[in-house]
């Protein structure tokens, strides 16, 4: 038995297991169906491309007329979908007939209440200036009118005519006081009575001389002329009020016959809208009604009439708020997309003013939301701006449930509005909304929130990547030509347009995929534009590119050559030459932010006799996540059922992640693992010059994982900076093998034969290749070839299972004996 710390050299009759070719590690573009010299000539693409399914939930969820039937949108590529969707709607919304417009009047009974009225398409800003033109033409001529000669003499008559009578009546108890030897007296309290002779008032000592018949006598008469005065008195605001009556009739009058015909003309003009029409007779009446005060206030100076009207005059009160027209927008249904989707910006909001020191609002200060302008069309809306404002979204679920707009003040929910406000008429509502968002925030809204299913029932999934096709990859090359363009980015010849296609190619960590999230392509152009403009080039070209790929893994490379320092330095242990028992290089992927760089781990495995368990290190102190476990506990099962089938599993073995200070998960090191403890218990030992990766399962089936390029990567770069022998290389599932998009001095290496990717199907392919050794196969007599690592191991397990038999029988004699 092989010692398990000592380097061991392969056998030199190790199996024939080739790497892979060059022209497998890296896909190039094929663009020999594109003609073109440089993307200037290239056209853009008018739609959705290479999204099928996401097209037709779009058509179909802005074809159905039903409620509930909004769209959510699941797109990894952001701003890009956005834009393409917004295309697709307003194309469809450009055929369909335009919503109505919305003003709100003033609500002569309750003013707190505004009054919303409809109106055909476009109307709205003509009702508006017609009402304003009406209120313009009235501001001048009523005060006109009545400082005219002939209302002044008409009011005076009625004035004169009541004060004729009261001063008949006053007069004729005056002569009939004067008759009796009694004087009527006007005093600071009113009317009183006296008794006069030789016309003059006597004096109450002189008036107490007479004779007791004598005063008597006048103390009745004075009773009766101050029951008359009374009766003369109260009569008098009688004839005040006719007299006002009569004054407001006047009035009435006067205005009526300036303001009819003004009135006619707008009523002509708006004779097909009834609702209008019930407006402009209210506005007539409230006019007629309140004539005093708003020619008084009129009149008044500037900061009275603004304090006694609230605002631009006492005639405002009959202005048009025009909240919503479709005036504003392209002809055909709006396609409104609302960017900071607060309370206020989504439902509208009420304005206030200053008045005073008071703050003081009207209908004139209603303002639209995004559901207002969207209204009768579409509404566009990020899910994460949406639900990162307070009381949002909550309010989008009550409008669409409700199908009316409720202005609401956020104010109010929280306990803070402590002024007067208004409730204006809620308008109704009836549009789609079309949600963009993550899948994460999908699947969160499902779950959790009741509503979201009823509310939003169209799902328009955009794939992230595309097959990658001669067709498809053509269609990529107009994409970054649009980007270009639409950018003002420097054009791409062929071979700058041909590289980011294979980048493309391996952000979809897949070499027969095209990832469709361009936002990255986009930064890509823009840094390689750079480059090309930095260095007096017009075009941007493949170097270029190479170049703006190299300088962004620079600039986020600082974590990956920390940790490649701790291998070179030799304080994290990885060897990359010789043998060793019971240990193997495994290979990880580390991500930060949108960066990922691979790195290895040194992976080892002890054993002994016991009773059939494997402990993972990892686990039992709380840094394995599940996956890690799964995996582990998945060796248990191959072991169990490969070797030793008629035995009790009698083994020990311990397995750990040298030197790993965090959590580790996933399950892409259990072939490695798998490897370690294969070789602690066979005593061959592996090859450090290898890395490995990839799952398996209980058969032991090598299967695919994540990051393959990442991980090689990560030991090539290791390799490299200690010198490549010839003999290094990475062990990969050869299902990931189609993923291979390697950076170009790792094909070059390998192409010399100074680096090998090894692809392996089985755990047979693998161990024979990291120990130099034939796996072996079961044989007729049911047994594994001699010199095999599987007869190796299973006589190993074979002799753990008769050690405990053996020391199971001695406790058993000792128990007996004792």
Known sequence: MPDETAPTAAPASAPDHPPLAPQQLYRKADLDGLAFTTTAELAPLARLSNQPRAHEAIDFGTGIDRRGFNIFVVSSSGARAQQAVKALLDEAASTRKPPQDWIYVNNFATPHRPVALALPAGRAPVFQKAVHDLIDDLRLSLPALFESEDYQKRRRAIEQEVQAKNERAFNALNEKAAARSIA????????????????KVVPPDQFNAWPEAQQQATREAIGELEKELEETLRVLPRREKEQRDAVRALDRDTAGQAADQLFAQLRSQFADLP????????????????????????????????????????????????????????????????????????????????????????????????????????????????????????????????????????????????????????????????????????????TLDPDFGQDFKVLADFDDDADRSPPNEAMLAHVI????????????????????VEHASRLADDANKLSLQVEGLHDLLAEAGHIAASAGREVIGRDDVEAAIAQRIRRLSRLRERSQEMVLRDIALIETSGARVGQINGLAVMSFADYAFGHPSRISCRVRPGGGKIVDI??????????????????????????????PMSLYASLVFEQSYGGVDGDSASSAELYALLSAISGFALRQDFAVTGSVNQLGTVQAIGGVNEKIEGFFDICAARGLSGTQGVLIPASNVQHLMLRPDIVAACAAGRFAIHAVSSIDEGIALLTGRQAGERGADGLYPEGSVNRAVEDRLLHFAALRKEAAGKDGSETKTS
């Open 184 to 199: 009527i007296l006007r005093t600071p309290m009113g009317f009183g009575m006296a008794p006069v002779h030789d016309g």
């Open 275 to 446: 609702a209008l029409l019930t407006h402009i007779d209210a506005i007539r009446t409230d006019l007629l009604e309140n004539l005093p005060l708003l020619i008084s206030a009129e009149a008044a100076e500037p900061g009275a009439m603004q304090a006694a009207m609230r605002m631009s005059g006492p005639f405002g009160r009959y202005e048009v708020n025009v909240v919503v027209t479709q005036g504003e927008h392209s002809p055909g249904a709006p396609v409104v997309e609302e960017p900071h989707p607060t309370l206020a910006n989504l439902v509208g909001r009420i304005e206030y003013a200053q008045i005073q020191g008071a703050l003081v609002t009207d209908f004139r200060l209603i303002k639209a939301g995004a559901l207002h302008r969207a209204n009768g069309g579409t509404l566009l809306l990020d899910v994460r701006n949406l639900l990162t404002e307070p009381f949002s979204w909550p309010a989008l679920k009550r409008a669409l449930r409700r199908r009316e707009i409720t202005i609401e003040d956020a104010g109010r929910f929280m306990g803070l509005n402590m002024t007067v406000s208004l409730e204006p008429d809620p308008i109704p509502l009836e549009l789609k909304v079309v949600l963009f968002g993550n899948r994460m925030l999908y699947h969160l809204l499902t």
């Open 618 to 647: 990892e686990r039992e102190v709380e840094l394995g996540g599940k996956l890690h476990s799964k995996g582990v506990l998945i060796l248990s099962g191959f072991l169990a059922g490969r070797y030793a089938l008629d035995t």
């Open 481 to 500: 030509a649009d980007l270009a363009a639409r950018e003002k980015l420097l054009p791409l010849d062929r071979g700058g347009v041909a590289r980011v």
